[in-house]
C-alpha cells in the first residue's frame, strides 16, 4: 500500500466529494441539526479514510467517539437550546460576511498552495509499522513512548467532567417546590383543584388536539397542549360542546344524512352546519339521555 | 492519485471549518466548525504517517480526539451556561467585554 | 575643656529656643519672649567668655577651630563642619548678641500688643542662630548656610504682618534681591572648588598665596563675591530691597536691616580678603559700588518723609563706607569692621528711637506730620540724638572715629595705583560725610525739633494736623535705647585707644604699615567737619528754622527721584522684570507651542490611532476570529512568499 490504487483512488474521489459537499453544508444548513448531520456524515467517511491509510484503529475510534459520543453530545445540546435565530444565515455584522468569506478562501488557497508545491519523499508506507497489527502498533507507541501524555490527557478528561458539572451547576435560590407546597397553593389560589383531565377525555374522538369535556359535556379548552393552542391547532372548542354532540349522535342514528365530516364539525370544514339548520335535519333534538349515548359512543368501536 | 490528495481534502476541509466558525453565528455551529478543523488536521495527521512509515502520526491524531472530546464537554458545558442566563445560543450576543 | 568648645552654644541655643517657640506653639505664648531674650542672652554670655579666654591669648593664637562633625565626605573632598573664632568672627558675635538681647528686650514691650509675639521671638532666635553660624563658620559652605538662613529669618520677620499684601509683597522683593546675591556666592563656592578643590577659608587662604589660581580667575570669584554682599548688604544695583524692607516691625529693621544681616556682605569681603588681594581689579570695582551707593544712599534719604525709610537709606548709604573701605584693602579691613560696629550700635539706637517715636505717634512713619516731640518724648530725642552726632561724625562720638578713619584711608594711594582714585575716593566720602550730616539732621529736626504738625486736642484735629498722643515708651524699650546710646557716644573712642580695634583684628586682616594719605589728616578731619558742619547748618535752616510744610513740596527733578528711589525699581523693572518675563512667556510659549505641541501631538496622534483601532474591539468574538485567521493567512503568505 504504498502508492494508493486504483480502487483506493476511486473511493477517494467518491468521498472527497461527499465530504466537501457534507462541509459546505455546514457553512449553509438553516437548521442546526442539518449541520450536525453533515458533519456526522463528513466524519463518517473520514473513518472510511483513516481505514484506508492504513489506520484502522483510528478509523474505529473516530466512529465511536466522534459520530458516536461527541457529535450526539452535540446533538443534545441542540435539542436542550432549541430553534433560535442564531440559526439564521443572515449575517448582522457589517463586513463580516466578506471578511469571512476572504479570510476562508485565502486559508485554503495558501494551504493548497503550500501542500501542492511542497517536495515530500517517497511513500514509505505502514506495512512494516503494522506487521503486528495497527492497534498493536498504535497501543506500543501509547503507552511506550507517550505514557505521561496519555496520563495527563487521563487528568485532562477528569478535569473536564467536573468543569463541565462546574459550568452547568446551578444555586438553588428558592426553596424547591414539592408536591404539597404546590396542592397548596392550588387550594390558597382557589382555582382548579385537580389535576387537568388529558386531552379528548369525553370527548367524541380521542386525539391530542380536542379537549376534553367535562360532566356537564362543556370543553375544557386548557386540556389541550398550550403548544398546540399557541399555534393554532386546537380543534374549534365551540363544535365539542355536548350540544353538538347530541345532534352528531342523531346524525348517525339517521344514515339519510350522511355526511359524517360536516356532521362531526372536524377541523377542515370549521363549520357547524347541524347548528345552522336544526329543522332540516328534522331529527329529534330533545330528551336524549346524554349519559346513556355518551356510553353508547364510548362503547360503539 | 497520490498522498498529496488526502492533503489537499485536509486542507479544504480545514477552512471550511475555519469559515464556518466565521460565518455563523449559532454557537453550537461555530463550534462544530472548530471540530471540522480538527478532524482535518486529523487527516492530515495520519496521511503523513503513512507517508513517513510512523504510527506516532496516528497517535497524535489519537490525542487529539482525545483533547477534542474533553474540549467539546467543557465547550457545550460553557454554551449551555450561557444559554440559561442570556437564551440565546448567538456567539454575538456575548459580547459584555466590549466597552 | 576649654572655653572655646563652648563656641557651638552659640548657636545651638538660640537655635534651640527658636525651635521650641514653634513647636510648642500657643502653650509657649506666656513665657516664650523672655525664652527668647534668655536665648540671645546665654548667647552673649559665651561670646563674652570666648572674648575674655581671646584676650587671653597672644595675638597669634587668637584663631581658634572647632571642629563640629564631619559634613561632607565624598571621595577626595572632605568637609568638616566646624566654627572659627578669630578676633573678626568674635567681634561679630558680641555685636550680634548684645545688640541683638538688647532688641529682644526691646521687642517685648514694643511686640507686646501683637498675638503673635511669641513666633516673633522664634524668628528673632532664628535669626540670630543663622547670623552666628555666618560668621562663626570655618567654610564658605557653612558661611552659606548662614547666609541662607538670615535671608530665610529675614524674610520672615518682613513679611511678619503678611496680612498687609504690601508687606507681603515687600518680604518676597527683599527674598528675590537676596537670591540674586546667593547666585554670586554660589558660583563664587563653584568656581573656587574647580580651582582649589576645598571651600574652608584656611586652605582657601593657602590656596590663593600660593598662586595656585589666576588672577583672572581671582578677579571672577571676588566679582561673585562682590554680587553676593551686594545682594545681603543693600549695594548698588541690588540696593532696592531694602527701603520696602522696613515693612517688617522696627525691631527687625534695627536688628536685621541695620545692625547686622546687612552687614554680612562687609564680613565676607573682608574674610574673602585673599580673594581680593589678589585681584586688584575686584578691589577697585568694590570700591566703586560701596562710593556709588554711598552717595546713592545719602541723597535719598535726603529726600524720604517716612522716618524708618530714611534710615533705611542711610543704611545703605553707611554700608557704602564699609565696602568702599573693604575695597581699599587691608588698610581698609580694619576701618570698614570697626564703621561697621560703631554703626550697628548708633543706627539700631536710631532704629529703636524711630521705633519709639512710632510708638508714641500711632504707628505713623511720615515725619511731616512729626516734630517738637522732643519733649514730649525726653529719653527718645536724648538717645535718638546721641545716634544722630554719631552718624554726623561729631566728635568725639564713636561716628568720627570710624568714619574719619574710612575717609582718610580713602585718601591713601593703594600701592601701584594711579593717585586720581584717592582724590576722587576721598572726596567721595567726604561729600558724602556732608550730604550724611544734612540728611540726618533733617530727619532729627523734623521729628523733635520745629513746631508741632499734629494736635493732642481733638477739638483742633484735621488732615493737616492729626490727631496725636506723642508719650515716652516703657522703661523695657527706652532701656535699651539708652544702652545703645551709650554706645553711640563712647564705644568709638574706647575702641579705637592705642590703636586697640586695628591690633585686635590683625590676626585677620593682618598688619598694615602707616600710609600717608594724599592730604595731610588734619586737613581731612578738618574738611570733614567742614562738610558736617554745612550739611547740619542747611538742613537747621531749612527743617529746623522754617516750618516744615506738612505736605511735600514737589522739589527738584533729583527730589523727586530720590524720592522714589532714584528710579531704582523702574529701572529693575524696565532691565531686569520686564525682559525677563517676556524671556518667559515666549518660553512659555515656545515649550507651549513647540515642546508641548510634539508631546500632545504624539498623544493625539496616538488617541487617534487608538479611535481607529477602537473600531476593532468590537466585542464580536466572529470578528476576532476573522482578525487572527487574517492575520494567520497574512503571515502565511509573507513568509512563503520568498520561497515559492
Known sequence: MN??????AVLFWVLAVVMVAAAAGLLFARKAVHAAMSLVLVMICLAFLYVTQGAPFLGVVQVVVYTGAIMMLFLFVLML???????????????????GWLAGIGLAVVLIGVLTRATYPAVTGLAD??????????????FGQHVFGLEVVGALLVIAALGALVLTHRTRLKKLIKQPERQALRMKAGTRVTPLPAPGVYARHNAMDVPALDPHGNPIEESVPRVLRIRGQEA?????????????VTAVADPVDSDPAVLLGT???????????????????????LGAASTKTETEP | MSLTHYLVLSGILFSIGAATVLLRRNAIIVFMGVELMLNASNLALVTFSRLHGNLTGQVMAFFVMVVAAAEVVVGLAIIVSIFRTRKSASVDDINLLKS | MTVTSLAPLLVAVPLASAAILLLLGRAADRWGHWLGVLASAAAFVVGALLLTDLLGRDAADRVVDVHLFDWITVGRFDLAAGLRIDPLSLTFVLLVTFVGTLIHLYSVAYMAHDAARRRFFAYLNLFIAAMLILVLADSYLLLFVGWEGVGLASYLLIGFWNHRTEYAVAAKKAFVANRVGDIGLLVAMGLLFSQLGSLDFESVTAGVESGAVSTGMLTAIGLMLLLAACGKSAQFPLQSWLGDAMAGPTPVSALIHAATMVTAGVYLIVRSAPVFEGAPTAQLIVTIVGAITLVLGAIIGCAK????????????SQIGYMVLAAGLGPIGYAFAIFHLVTHGFFKAGMFLGAGSVMHGMDDTTDMRHFGALRTSMTVTWATFGLGWLAILGVPPFSGFWSKDKIIEAAFVVPEGAAEWRAWVFGIVALVGAGITAFYMSRMFFMTFHGKARWTDSRAQASDERPLRHPHESPWLMTIPMIVLAVGSLGLGFVLQLGGGFTTWLEPVTGHVEHHEPVLS???????????????????WRQYGALPVPTTAPQGSVLTRAARVDMYQDTVNDAVLVQPGQYLTRSLVYGDRSVVDGAFTGLGKLTVGIGQVLRRLQSGYARQYAATMLFGLVVLAIVVLAPRI
Open chain 1, 3 to 8: 502508492d494508493p490504487s486504483t480502487a483506493e
Open chain 1, 81 to 99: 437550546v432549541g430553534v433560535d435565530a442564531s440559526d439564521s444565515v443572515v449575517e448582522t455584522i457589517k463586513g463580516q460576511r466578506w471578511v
Open chain 1, 129 to 142: 509499522a503494522n506487521a503486528d497489527g495497527n492497534p498493536t502498533g498504535v497501543a506500543r507507541i501509547i
Open chain 1, 236 to 248: 374549534g372548542t365551540a363544535s365539542y360542546h355536548a350540544d353538538t354532540y347530541r345532534r352528531a
Open chain 1, 267 to 289: 377541523e377542515e370544514s370549521g363549520a357547524t352546519p347541524p347548528a345552522a339548520a336544526p329543522g332540516e335535519t328534522g331529527g329529534p333534538l330533545t330528551d336524549v339521555d
Open chain 3, 305 to 316: 518723609d517716612d522716618i524708618k525709610k530714611g534710615l533705611a537709606a542711610s543704611t545703605m
Open chain 3, 521 to 539: 589728616v588734619p586737613v581731612i578731619q578738618i574738611a570733614t567737619l567742614l562738610a558736617v558742619a554745612i550739611g547740619l547748618v542747611l538742613a
